[in-house]
């Protein structure tokens, strides 16, 4: 019944955003792009894609970040656009894609401003999508009771909050403990979001905030060996909305060391199969890029149902990764260290 | 026009000096089309990549510095000559230095207008803060605080800071000001009530003042972190009043000074763009020119000495010598002693098709070519189309009236299209109407030939030679009924109207009755003459290929099956108007035995036999059966021939070819796999040759009925013309009292819109829509191939006037970091 009435409100919206996802690069113009022997032919190459004139109005000699900047200009640009169009509950879905962007620049900028950066430095590595107005001003906090009072009151991440007030002081370890706690607060959020949508949206977008949760899970795990979290603070990080839970977070919790989480992921057939196959040796994908991978198969997955959000959150997340890739290439590229050039993850 | 041209695929090898000379000669010419001769090769793996690159580099600046006009440039001035590589360079230094000079002004003026914008906000926050701290008596206690605070600074403990920030984030700045005070502060504000400039952008800022007021040191520390983070400006203010007077009238002086010395700066800026402004669209071209001539130069391949460049390109075989000319003066002009040399190389490829064009017949090529581009060489139907087209259409549209509005306004088109052509628009529809406006002008002629025809202006009619009808009956009767019979017989004075139709049927109770006769006629008739015109031009085509064969086997049995059928239904029509008349002495050729020309068709299609009712005869003519089953019987005897002719023909041409295969010697494993492979041909050759014949006859069928639809559009625009006449018009002019001037007055403009929006526009476009269909599927099924690729040569003019279709889309780019 859902499908019949979803086009009323966002079947324009989903065309386009399946229009926007054949713009997506292939394998055969990642092909063309390693062979490229500078930034300018880079440049004269991705003018025959779908990005096509985007970087006619920069002057030579191009740099990687300006390329960087450009890419996510363009992404911002189709996203607002998506954004400015929906209508309930999409822009709410859309919202919630946004927040994670908000997180980021909260983290960026407290760390920043802990390591005595001026704000007006550290403003534009923020990303677009992820701005609000009182972003500015985050400096004036210096617990995090202040800043929740102060500064992200007002903001939709108020709610996911709510578990890091504290009157300790802000530092290193404090900022990670937020940043994950928050992350843990909005995929929960996020998940019971979709959930309550329900329909094909649930199907799609469960999978892969599942799998999203359980990955930071074992990141946060795999990080945390030789660091003074305990093991009962690093429990109360995980995210408690994946497969893993509750027996795999739990084992999670007595894990000592990188064996043991692999034994963990033993237990579950996807995330197994993506332990095999990471190494730390030259020439092996690392744990990181096998997440990657497994991340954009899903991502890829969510086009193949109709009628549902998951592909906005799909499409965005799949042009990150190209624009990770373009920049990628780019960099090795730029700095003739053409060795590594190929360990960018295709898409299609 | 008649055909495409004949091309030529020519090998050119050019020494690299002289090939860019040659081909900026031929993108001058437009005439040839170059080949990429090594698709494989990436962008940027290309020989003159560099090339390239300096050109994008050169049209990036060009196009930043046209940006910062203030107002578009005038066109370019032609440029007689090609620039030398030298002058290229020169010209590249000049646009660089150019740029740099701007880049260098701009900046100079936007930090000049960042402190002019500083200074007016100052003098701005000032005159406000004034009022906040004269207009209230709270304020004055805390001024007089202040003071305290600023005299004495041990006694008083209020502190304030002023500032200015954007409208838009007021409140949430105020609350955030509250938040992390915890209350303790006075916040106050006034909108700036002009909107400022911002330096940069030139938008426009709204700001507002305020102030705020608050206890210690430490929230001190902290307003100024929010205000920094809501990119507030904050400015020293002084307290006491006449501080403030004086700080106002230095401020004052300041703002003077700044804005003489922004006006000169502005002044600068603009003579040095009113110099550049002159020639920027011209180098522009030329950058673009030397942009394509490089793209060009890249699909040649280079030769394995790496002496001289390889181009192929097709050429019109008529302008051979101006590509012999373009090569011949890049050699002159390179001075090189080897010359470049043309060659002509046979090809079985298939060639591009070009049909020359001029502003006339353009349109109509255009609306063949949106169909399907013609197979090389082969009949072009645009030439016919130039006729047929304007006529089906003024068949569906015949009014006088609307004719003529549509004839002017093509008219108007086709006078001034030098001014309209200067001024290019993005608008579509301005441009599709511009771009047809010769098929326009000859549609409303025509429309007004039909119209004189069918005597409709605005559906009332012209008595112009006076009717050829008579009154019969005297006032008594005439008096007595409203409507009464004209009999042929007596009213009709036997001479006919000398054009058209005669006015006096515009009054007739059966004057639909007798115009549909009439049209539906007329449309079939001159549907089936569309379509035996169409399936003859056949005949050209199959002579011009040498498959003389096919006129026998394709085109004979056709043209019989639709002439045997269709145009005997149509001499039927014609006999049956000469032959039967209201006073004929025969009884039998009488009015009521006119026969309906319809039965007698589906009656001979059904081999049913006629019956005649009283005197009347069952037939036309003697011995009219007889002939009806023999055409019946030649036509169907047709069919078999259209299917299997050309298979079987084809078998024994393939045949022939292999008895002599075999008597050559060629050995006989060959030719057994040769067979198989022709078996499966032939049945190939059959299936299609089915589907072919399938569709001629039944579209010899479906055809005819579909040009009926000539009448049905014909009928339909009559008589909404007339509905508009009577239900609009025709109550305004009825009456005599002055209220029905007013009524006229409003009436008419309905009318007169209605008219124009439905009965020229929609009913235009249906037509046109319908006639497009009646060329497309009636007329260029019976001989139109379709399959070619159209000629597209490297021209400069197309080029240019690309990319300014891509540049007005593209929104400039912000200037260079």
Redesign the interface.
Known sequence: MKGCIFNIDAGYLEGLCRGFKCGILKQSDYLNLVQCETLEDLKLHLQGTDYGTFLANEPSPLSVSTIDDKLREKLVIEFQHLRNHSVEPMSTFLDFITYSYMIDNIILLITGTLHQRPISELIPKCHPLGSFEQMEAIHVAATPAELYNAVLVDTPLAPFFVDCISEQDLDEMNIEIIRNTLYKAYLEAFYEFCKQIGGTTADVMCEILAFEADRRAIIITINSFGTELSKDDRAKLYPRCGKLNPDGLAALARADDYEQVKAVAEYYAEYSALFEGAGNNVGDKTLEDKFFEHEVTLNVMAFLQQFHFGVFYSYLKLKEQECRNIVWISECVAQKHRAKIDNYIPIF | MFRSEEMVLCQLFVQPEAAYVSMYELGEAGIAQFRDLNPHV????RRY?TEV?RC??ME?KL??VSGELPEPPPPPKPSPRVLTPREINILEERIDYIESEIQEITKNAQNLKTDYLALIELKLLIEKTQTFFQDHSAHRKISASVQIYNNDGALGHLGFIAGVVATA?VP?FE??LW??SHGNIFFKQAQIDEPLKDPVTSHELQKTVFVVFFHGEQIKL?VK??C????ATLYPCPATYKEQQDMLAGIESRIKDLEMVLEQTEQHRRLVLANIARDISTWMVVVRKEKAIYHTLNMFSMDIVKKCLIAECWVPRCDLHILQKALDNGVKASGSPIPSILHHVPTLEIPPTYNRTNKFTRGFQTLIDSYGIASYREVNPALYTIITFPFLFAVMFGDMGHGLIMTAFAAILVIFEKKFAKNKTDNEIWNIFFGGRYIILLMGIFSVYTGLIYNDIFSKSLNIFGSSWQNVYDEGTLRNYSTFELDPKDAYTKTPYPLGIDPAWQFAANNIIFLNSFKMKLSIIFGVLHMAFGVTLSVVNFNFFKKAELIFLQYIPQILFLLLLFWYLCILMFMKWIMYSADATDNALGTSCAPSVLIIFINMMLLKESTAKGSCKPFMYDGQEIIQNIFLAIAFLCIPIMLFGKPVYQIMAAKKQKRGGVEGGAGGAGAGGAGGAAGEALGEALITQAIHTIEYVLGAVSHTASYLRLWALSLAHAQLSAVLWQRLLKIGLGGGSPVNAILLYILFAAWAFFTLAILVLMEGLSAFLHTLRLHWVEFMSKFYEGQGYAFLPFSFSVILEADEVDIKE?P???P??
């Open positions: 990436n962008d940027f793996q990549v690159r994008n580099e990036r196009r930043w984030r949430s609350r955030m938040r992390i902290r972190k929010v920094n983070g809501f990119q593209k400039n780019g912000g260079p970091e």
